[in-house]
């Protein structure tokens, strides 16, 4: 099959790697790429050895496909541009800045019969997918995204910027079950928006999970727990790694000295990968109609509807 014939709107610190990887895909023939700033298009364009187009429509015209890695205040704008015209769309998240916005692209997308893939890159992260396997009945998640400031992603709140991702992780994990209440405070700190929060949602099934999200931080920290009656989860997305401890089946009768007589300590490992790299490969093949999309704009939505009601409980609070 002939390469699909993709182009980058948005090249800057992510839209950046989106070109890079793109331009070496075997099954895609990165066509061009566009930003408003047009010397950094010209050189990333320059870069990946493709071309920079100065006007978005001239792009559109000629692409099947395209990623969309542009603030969050222009993805429903740029996502409609690509969607009216029946191009496929992988859209960074958070899907949109709005509910209203997110429908108008779901809409969109369904009305031409086309693509709409959302951007929630930790899907593909390695201990993510070494863990899928142990999975069974999550009753509770923990979860801590501690980040240091950056100017870049400021244009939103860290529900938007940082927490979304855990919040995505969290509904896919646990089977997409209804919230039923969500509880929150987090506070500004170095922008207008917020910071830095904390948020306690909990599921219709019982389920309970605590959020915390920091975009103010010394340190770089990613890292989900979950417990099941099964056994615990512990994962550093970090690092790709994590471990499954759960109870032996052939532990002995008589009382136990130590943990490692009752618990057995499982490593979770999955092949060395880029997870951005994959996602991007894994749009390219539902382009394609080898794959389905691996988070829906309906996904995405529901990433995004939790998110602006952590951000409502804060406000109520």
Same mark, same amino acid.
């Given at each position: 099959?002939?390469?699909?014939?993709?182009?980058?709107?948005?090249?800057?610190?992510?839209?950046?790697?989106?070109?890079?990887?793109?331009?070496?895909?075997?099954?895609?023939?990165?066509?061009?790429? %566009? #930003?408003? @700033?047009?010397?950094?298009?010209?050189?990333?364009? =320059?870069? +990946?050895?493709?071309?920079?187009? /100065?006007? !978005?429509?001239?792009?559109?015209?000629?692409?099947e496909a395209v990623t969309v890695a542009v603030p969050t205040a222009v993805h429903g704008s740029v996502g409609l541009a690509a969607l009216d015209r029946g191009r496929a769309v992988?859209?960074?998240?958070?899907?949109?800045?709005?509910?209203?916005?997110?429908?108008?692209?779901?809409?969109?997308?369904?009305?031409?019969?086309?693509?709409?893939?959302?951007?929630?890159?930790?899907?593909?992260?390695?201990?993510?997918?070494?863990?899928?396997?142990?999975?069974?009945?999550?009753?509770?998640?923990?979860?801590?995204?501690?980040?240091?400031?950056?100017?870049?992603?400021?244009?939103?709140?860290?529900?938007?910027?940082?927490?979304? %991702? #855990?919040? @995505?992780?969290?509904?896919?994990?646990?089977?997409? =079950?209804? +919230?039923?209440?969500?509880?929150? /405070?987090? !506070?500004?700190?170095?922008?207008?928006?917020?910071?830095?929060?904390?948020?306690?949602?909990?599921?219709?099934?019982?389920?309970?999970?605590?959020?915390?999200?920091?975009?103010?931080?010394?340190?770089?920290?990613?890292?989900?727990?979950?417990?099941?009656?099964?056994?615990?989860?512990?994962l550093d997305l970090a690092a790709g790694s994590g471990v499954f401890m759960r109870l032996k089946e052939d532990r002995a009768a008589a009382a136990p000295t130590s943990l490692a007589?009752?618990?057995?300590?499982?490593?979770?490992?999955?092949?060395?990968?880029?997870?951005?790299?994959?996602?991007?490969?894994?749009?390219?093949?539902?382009?394609?109609?080898?794959?389905?999309?691996?988070?829906?704009?309906?996904?995405?939505?529901?990433?995004?509807?939790?998110?602006?009601? +952590?951000?409502?409980?804060?406000a109520a609070g």
């Amino acid at each position: 099959m002939r390469p699909v014939p993709i182009g980058v709107i948005g090249v800057g610190a992510l839209g950046q790697h989106h070109a890079r990887h793109l331009a070496a895909f075997a099954e895609a023939k990165l066509v061009g790429v %566009h #930003d408003i @700033d047009h010397a950094r298009g010209e050189r990333i364009a =320059a870069g +990946v050895g493709t071309r920079f187009f /100065s006007d !978005v429509e001239r792009l559109l015209a000629e692409v099947e496909a395209v990623t969309v890695a542009v603030p969050t205040a222009v993805h429903g704008s740029v996502g409609l541009a690509a969607l009216d015209r029946g191009r496929a769309v992988l859209m960074e998240k958070p899907l949109a800045g709005s509910l209203a916005e997110a429908d108008a692209l779901i809409d969109a997308a369904s009305r031409q019969g086309t693509l709409l893939q959302v951007g929630h890159v930790e899907r593909f992260n390695r201990a993510v997918r070494a863990a899928r396997p142990y999975l069974t009945d999550p009753r509770y998640f923990e979860s801590t995204r501690l980040a240091p400031f950056q100017p870049r992603g400021t244009d939103v709140a860290v529900l938007l910027d940082l927490m979304i %991702h #855990d919040l @995505d992780l969290i509904l896919h994990l646990g089977g997409g =079950a209804a +919230v039923t209440e969500v509880r929150a /405070s987090g !506070v500004p700190v170095l922008t207008p928006l917020i910071d830095i929060a904390n948020a306690r949602v909990e599921f219709a099934t019982g389920a309970v999970a605590n959020i915390t999200a920091s975009r103010v931080a010394r340190e770089r920290v990613r890292k989900l727990r979950v417990f099941q009656t099964s056994g615990y989860l512990s994962l550093d997305l970090a690092a790709g790694s994590g471990v499954f401890m759960r109870l032996k089946e052939d532990r002995a009768a008589a009382a136990p000295t130590s943990l490692a007589d009752i618990v057995e300590v499982i490593p979770l490992t999955a092949p060395e990968s880029d997870a951005l790299g994959d996602e991007l490969a894994s749009f390219v093949r539902s382009v394609r109609g080898r794959d389905q999309a691996v988070v829906t704009g309906a996904e995405g939505r529901a990433a995004l509807a939790l998110a602006l009601r +952590v951000g409502e409980a804060i406000a109520a609070g």
